[in-house]
């Protein structure tokens, strides 16, 4: 198994730009999720999804998109790029049990905004 | 709505010394979870604890679960230069799959 994987690993965009971050698991977890990670603010929720067709906000939506058209991708789209939007971003997925939760985290995609 | 509470933000230490780092929630949690992350890296599970009171190892770490399911510690001794990275706890409510991360701790280990 892949795992979680990202793409890009890194990117560079303009003020304005819009791109799609591509998230994919192999996993067939029901549950997944963006996170974006800025020095000394932890992770925080930008979307997530627990399963095809359903999506919800996070704590910190403004200015992204999700889709979620199958249980393996879990794209995240920037409209129009800001310079607020530098970050890591992180996908992650995981099963839906109560008892067993554990997230899986993919590599990551370093964005700067200039 | 909950916060997840995590101190320090940094911790500097020599190579054999202990650390600890705390996590405090505003709620009651059902569960709670700790994840690493080496400097570049990404989070990587570590462990969960459910149960009040619960005590759980992995060789030098013990992680603590509070009696009142409010807060939770991880304890690492005599640490080495592999332990390097950020730790964060995750706390979760209810039959919530949405975790609430701390901000998490920074360990620095000097050789």
């Known amino acids: 198994n892949a795992g979680v994987t990202q793409t890009p690993k890194f990117q560079v965009l303009k003020t304005g730009q819009s791109m799609t971050l591509q998230c994919a698991q192999d996993?067939?977890?029901?549950?997944m999720s963006w996170y974006r990670q800025d020095p000394g603010m932890g992770l925080r929720l930008i979307h997530y999804?627990?399963?095809?067709?359903?999506?919800d906000q996070g704590e910190v939506p403004n200015g992204y998109n999700v889709s979620r058209s199958t249980t393996e991708d879990f794209p995240l789209r920037l409209l129009s790029a800001a310079p607020s939007q530098t970050s890591v971003y992180f996908c992650?997925?995981?099963?839906?049990?109560?008892?067993?939760?554990?997230?899986?985290f993919g590599p990551g995609t370093r964005l700067t905004v200039l | 709505g909950q916060q997840v509470m995590q101190i320090p933000q940094y911790q500097h230490v020599q190579e054999g010394e202990d650390f600890t780092t705390y996590c405090n929630s505003s709620?009651?949690?059902?569960?709670i979870q700790w994840y690493k992350q080496r400097p570049g890296g990404h989070p990587v599970f570590l462990i969960q604890?459910?149960?009040?009171?619960e005590v759980k190892k992995q060789k030098r770490l013990t992680f603590q679960f509070g009696e009142a399911k409010k807060n939770s510690s991880l304890h690492i001794t005599a640490t080495q230069t592999t332990d390097v990275g950020t730790y964060f706890c995750?706390?979760?409510?209810?039959?919530?799959?949405?975790?609430?991360f701390g901000r998490g701790t920074s360990l620095i280990v000097h050789p």
């Open positions: 995750a706390g979760l409510t209810g039959g919530s799959y949405i975790p609430t």
């Open positions: 996993m067939n977890h029901e549950y």
């Open positions: 709620t009651t949690l059902s569960n």
């Open positions: 604890l459910v149960k009040s009171g």
């Open positions: 999804s627990v399963g095809a067709g359903i999506t």
């Open positions: 992650a997925s995981r099963l839906t049990g109560v008892t067993y939760n554990e997230q899986f």
